[in-house]
């Protein structure tokens, strides 16, 4: 059974920094990606940071420059570093995990296993 738990979420200034953490266990496939969405009150669930098993990286236009996506793959833990936050980087961010053969993906309707998220809230 594939298992997400993020951590790291919390109440920052502008401004400020974190750190989440998704600790991954569960899952066989060779071929992963995994990424991070948020989705703030009466929004639809943004893509904000996409990662391959290949190394490859994406990140959303808003959030280029600041946020950073990595995984230590001796903790098969994925991370997004979050730098210089806004009150608009307020929501709630999910870690999100799923087979991929070839290419990194940016849709939410790829991914197969999810997390409960971890709140990150950002005041002015």
Known sequence: QVQLVESGGGSMQTGGSLRLS???SGYTFSGVCM???RQAPGKEREGVAFYRSSG???HADSVKGRFTISKDNAK????LLMNSLKPEDTA?????AGPCPS???ISATAYTYWGQGTQVTVSS
Do not use: E, I, K, V
């Open 103 to 105: 290419g990194l993906r």
């Open 76 to 79: 098969n833990t994925l991370y």
């Open 56 to 58: 490859s990286t994406r």
């Open 35 to 37: 990424a991070w969405f």
């Open 22 to 24: 998704c600790a991954a």
């Open 92 to 96: 709630m961010y999910y870690c999100a």
